[in-house]
């Protein structure tokens, strides 16, 4: 038995079937696979993924995003890297020199009857204060903020490459302390911060490799940090 076809529809029809309307997609999370280079995860062969996930440069902070068990997050370059080693340069320069003028001040009060006393006592307090702000800034900064004055200025971070958090100071010191004894090898301190210009997947300078840091953008930082 065959069957009528129904009768066409009139335009204004009230029971006529209106087109599905089409939504803007919202971009999907940034998984293994997503971004055409699926940069580094951090693992051992063979096993499934857990941890955090490091996209190059190139893919943009877009695709970083906070997850408690694989976060992703995108690797700074090494230009961002320099401008935040020249601020630092610079804050660490005048904290120092606004320090010396102060003692310098402080010790003129005091009256010493010989100039080379005066001196002297400059001297020694200067000293250890210049030691001990190249010794903490760098550690100290990194291990509370996840990145210097300048670094935080840049927008990047410090992280361990095991789970994307910030480094304890104990790593932080090591990574630290590690560039000047590359510099004691001619041309070492240069080849060590040159390092992140062609080492791939993570881009890290020596001292990071011998620390297990990267240097990352801080879109896709956890909460507890300060950002999302």
């Known amino acids: 038995m065959t069957f009528p076809p129904p009768p066409p529809q009139q335009p204004g029809d009230p029971n006529q079937q209106q087109p599905y309307q089409q939504f803007p997609q919202t971009p999907p ?124 200025a840049m927008g990047i971070r410090v992280v361990r490459v095991a789970n994307a958090e910030y480094p304890g100071f104990g790593a932080a010191l090591g990574r630290f302390l590690i560039a000047p004894v590359f510099a004691i090898v001619p041309l070492g301190g240069l080849l060590n911060v040159l390092w992140c210009l062609w080492d791939r997947p993570l881009y890290q300078c020596l001292h990071d490799k011998v620390a297990s840091t990267v240097v990352v953008h801080k879109e896709g930082e956890a909460s507890h940090y300060g950002n999302v």
């Open 29 to 152: 999370c940034p998984q293994q696979g997503y971004y055409q280079q699926p940069g580094y995860q951090y693992g051992y062969p063979g096993q499934q993924h857990i941890g955090p996930q490091f996209l190059p440069p190139e893919a943009g902070t877009q695709y970083a995003r906070f997850d408690p068990v694989q976060p992703v997050r995108v690797l700074a370059n090494p230009g961002r890297r320099l401008v935040a080693r020249l601020i630092d340069g610079l804050i660490l320069g005048a904290v120092i020199g606004g320090l010396a003028a102060a003692i310098a001040g402080i010790t003129n009060g005091f009256g010493t009857r010989r100039p080379d006393e005066a001196a002297n006592v400059i001297g020694i307090v200067l000293l250890v204060i210049v030691g001990l702000a190249w010794l903490l800034y760098e550690p100290l900064f990194n291990t509370l903020k996840g990145g210097t004055p300048g670094k935080l």
